[in-house]
């Protein structure tokens, strides 16, 4: 028998591992299998080249839990170790400068395992013991037990073992019980070692027999060996794909389709990425692409090698180019990296591109569940968006598709404004903004459908990247005044008739929760409606892209700004103000007076007042300015209240307010229940 310590410079290493690891500690079992992985590779490798004769006989590996015992064993058919080799790969750790390795890496547990050559070494993460007992394929080899407890001390001895290969027991410590449970292995098992390439048994499987779930008398093989990804696209029809999908993604709607990753220069890198459907922003989920090497799981953190915007599609990634850290649960960062992702940023780009070009009619078929990748690709990508710009669509709200060059040479005519800048007219939402589609529809305009939720963003950012270009909301503004096509203003009221009719609609304006209304008068034609409701395009915009943009919070707070437009073009409009007048006039009569007085009064001050400095006006003329602005203001109080009062008594202003807000959605509960009875009073 030897015994020995474990060729390290401090006795610290395995509370070490144990302290820094123990959040990662399930990796122990990837560690255990990959290891036996290797081995097996190894001799088949050496069975092709012809340096081992023997019949390589079953090399599946077995995984077996005996809970009495408390052990977990995995045993491979592989190389197995000699004394000598156990001495030159488990005793002497690939290691020096103890103490400065613990400082260097004191608060990163993910920087242990692995890179230090000390895969083997995660078993004593959850391990009080750890026995491995080995015999090499080697002609003559003896088989072998190495010991150890935890501590740098180690034995090795003679053991007695019929075939070649490696059984490593790890006797699970007290606080780690749950790795002796067999749902525990099994989903461990699930999730690293899946579609590793070597056969994994644990257990056997089982069938319904005698209305009960039975072991047979065959192994419970865990894993797909020869995965999807590993086999030539050539050789693979639609249904692989799906049925692939499926497996990953069980409860997963089927995808819109998949792009299959096939390189080897300057890197080796295989793989397929699926775009899944997205039923709503709940299945904006990232960390559904899993990341393999050699077909052994890494991660599902994938945001270091795929592009950010493809982090939102699912499928599977598998290089062993990709630079990996000693626990190879996280990425480094280095040039192969981002190789990679503009690798992956091309040829996703190319497929699109491709499909785009051979299928247009399935491709507009798919468009409106694809464009959240794309949009988020070109949002935060400028190479992506030149390399989509040409395979992006637009819709109408006729449900009508165009390339971005289409579109423009549709609409250049008929929607470039005055000044020279192409306008963009777009709806949120087909039924919601009716009226005001079919009203730009009236004049000959194209309006699109912005229903996606990165619709906004992609606006704001095309309107920088395209020159004289503006996205305008179909209900930002009354039709007329939506592309401004000259100068000529249409004056058919003073100045007085405005502000009454202002005031008439605005004292019936209902109060609303974070909501602010001011009122216009335009003349908008004979055909128009008397009254429309509209939201300023900035303010819009930048409560919606408060909804993205973190620092943008406090548009989220701000009210809705609407502005409600008269038509005093219209007949209803008109009678209101003729009503109005003749019913005001004799109450209105001594206010105006007084107001017309006053401000002659002020006019006359100001003038006395405008040659003195401030010093030189005494306190008296102060008073006196003030008290007459504050008479003025009294006043137009008063002729506001008697033009409230008169509109509170008819029936037709707070119908025509009612129209335009049941217009846009905004009437509601009580108030509308009170607009079904006067429309019906009013027909009646």
């Known amino acids: 028998m030897k015994k020995g310590n474990i060729g390290v410079t401090t006795e610290n290493i395995f509370p070490v591992i144990k302290k820094f690891l123990y959040s990662d500690n399930e990796i122990f079992l990837r560690e255990m299998i990959s290891n036996a992985v290797d081995a097996t590779q190894k001799l088949r490798t050496l069975a092709e080249r012809g340096d081992f004769k023997g019949e390589l006989g079953d090399l599946t590996i077995h995984v077996a839990l005996d809970e009495k015992k408390k052990t977990l064993t995995i045993s491979d058919r592989g190389i197995g170790m000699t004394a000598e080799e156990i001495d030159k790969y488990i005793n002497q750790i690939a290691f020096s400068g103890v103490n400065d390795f613990l400082e260097k890496y004191k608060d990163n547990a993910g920087n242990i395992i692995g890179h230090f050559g000390l895969g083997f070494y995660s078993a004593f993460m959850v391990s009080d013991k750890v026995e491995i007992i080995t015999k090499s394929y080697q002609e003559g080899a003896q088989a072998v037990k190495w010991s150890c407890d935890g501590s740098p001390e180690f034995t090795l001895d003679d053991a007695d073992k019929e075939d070649r290969g490696t059984d490593i027991v790890l006797h699970i410590g007290d606080d780690f019980k749950e790795y002796l449970e067999k749902n525990r292995i099994q989903s461990l098992l699930s999730k690293y070692c899946k579609f590793m390439s070597v056969k994994i048994a644990f257990g056997k499987r089982q069938e319904w027999k005698d209305g009960k779930m039975q072991d047979t008398d065959d192994d419970n093989i865990i894993n797909d060996i020869e995965p999807l990804w590993t086999k030539a696209p050539s050789t693979l029809k639609d249904e692989d794909y799906k049925s692939f999908y499926r497996t990953l993604y069980p409860m997963q709607d089927e995808p819109l389709f998949w792009i299959h990753l096939n390189v080897d220069y300057p890197f080796n890198l295989t793989g397929i990425l699926y775009f899944p459907r997205i039923q709503s922003s709940v299945d904006l989920q990232k960390n559904k692409i899993q990341l393999y090497c050699n077909q052994v799981f890494v991660t599902d953190q994938v945001e270091g090698i795929v592009p950010e915007f493809l982090t ?116 949120n939402s087909s039924e919601n903004e009716y009226s005001y589609i079919e009203s730009a529809k009236a004049k000959g305009y194209s309006v699109l459908l912005f229903d996606g939720q990165l619709d906004t963003p992609m606006a704001s950012m095309l309107e920088q990247k395209w020159e004289k270009t503006r996205f305008v909301r179909v209900d930002s503004d009354v039709t007329e005044r939506l592309i401004v096509k000259s100068d000529d203003k249409k004056v058919d009221l003073n100045d007085q008739e405005k502000d009454t009719l202002t005031e008439v609609f605005r004292s019936q304006l209902p109060k609303m929760d974070k909501v602010e209304f001011n009122v216009e008068v335009q003349s908008l034609g004979d055909d128009s409606a008397p009254a429309v409701i509209t939201q300023s395009e900035y303010m819009r915009r930048m409560k919606d892209m408060s909804r993205y943009q973190s620092g943008m919070g406090f548009y989220a707070q701000m009210p809705d700004m609407y502005s409600v437009v008269l038509n005093s073009n219209h007949r209803l409009v008109k009678d209101v103000l003729d009503n109005c007048n003749e019913n005001t006039k004799e109450a209105l009569a001594p206010v105006l007076s007084e107001i017309k007085g006053q401000e002659a009064r002020l006019a006359a001050i100001k003038q006395q007042q405008k040659d003195k400095k401030p010093e030189e006006i005494t306190q008296e003329e102060k008073d006196d300015k003030l008290n007459t602005e504050k008479a003025i203001d009294d006043e137009k109080a008063k002729r506001r209240q008697i033009i409230a009062d008169y509109a509170k008594g008819n029936d037709i202003v707070r119908q025509i307010l009612d129209l335009a807000l049941l217009q846009n959605g905004m009437l509601r509960g009580a108030a509308l229940d009170e607009f079904i009875k006067r429309s019906a009073k009013l027909i009646g």
């Open 312 to 427: 939102l599609l699912h499928g599977v990634i598998d290089s062993p180019d990709i630079p990996l850290n000693v626990s190879r649960s996280y990425l480094q960062s280095d040039a192969n990296v981002k190789k990679i992702s503009t690798y992956i940023t091309k040829k996703v780009a190319d497929r699109l591109n491709s499909i785009f070009k051979e299928n247009r009619k399935e491709y507009e078929e798919k468009w409106d569940d694809l464009k959240i990748f794309i949009h988020y690709g070109m949002l935060s990508q400028d190479d992506f968006y030149d390399r989509a710009k040409d395979f992006a669509l637009v819709k109408d709200v006729d449900g009508k598709y165009f390339t971005f060059d289409e579109y423009k040479t549709l609409i250049k005519e008929n929607q470039t404004d005055k000044d020279g800048t192409l306008v963009y007219l777009y709806a």
